[in-house]
């Protein structure tokens, strides 16, 4: 399985990679240094060809997830994503998406627009004023090359 990392910018300016405070729990946090960046293993979402799961690389079973409580993006277990209802993700016109089960509208991977030193990542409504959003790009691992 090809590993990706996810590269980030913000009002274009470089904003580092996505890392993560623990493997098995914890929160999403972006500007880490490429030698922090978690590794992802994208698995095919079967609702949206598009949209894919971000499995932590060489976990057993920790994904990319949303709290839609809180707008964070944090890790969750699960053993199947799509069943136990794993946010999946998609990149279009180089933002991230999180896809809800209830497919209610997207939220866009963010940071907060008022604690500027602020690294932690969430996924907000578009419409949000509390958050900038965020462009990606997938860097394959180990080469970093970008994938259009």
């Not at 910018?9 to 978690?38: M, R, V, W």
């Not at 602020?118 to 509390?130: E, H, K, N, V």
Request: charged residues 20%; glycine residues 2%.
């Amino acid at each position: 399985m090809i590993k990706q990392h996810l590269k980030l910018i913000t009002q274009g300016q470089d904003f580092g990679y996505i890392t993560i405070s623990k493997e098995t729990s914890g929160l999403f946090y972006g500007n880490s240094p490429i030698e922090h960046a978690t590794e992802f293993e994208l698995i095919p979402c079967r609702k949206d060809c598009s949209a894919f799961y971000y499995k932590i690389a060489n976990s057993q079973k920790s994904y990319m997830d949303l709290s839609f409580a809180s707008n964070v993006v944090k890790i969750t277990q699960a053993n199947n994503p799509e069943s136990e209802k794993v946010c999946a993700w998609k990149i279009h016109k180089d933002n991230l998406y999180a896809l809800s089960h209830d497919q209610s509208p997207y939220n866009i991977l963010s940071r907060s627009a008022f604690k500027l030193n602020s690294r932690i990542l969430y996924a907000a409504p578009s419409s949000s004023r509390d958050f900038s959003q965020l462009e990606v790009a997938l860097c394959k691992v180990p080469y970093h090359s970008y994938i259009q």
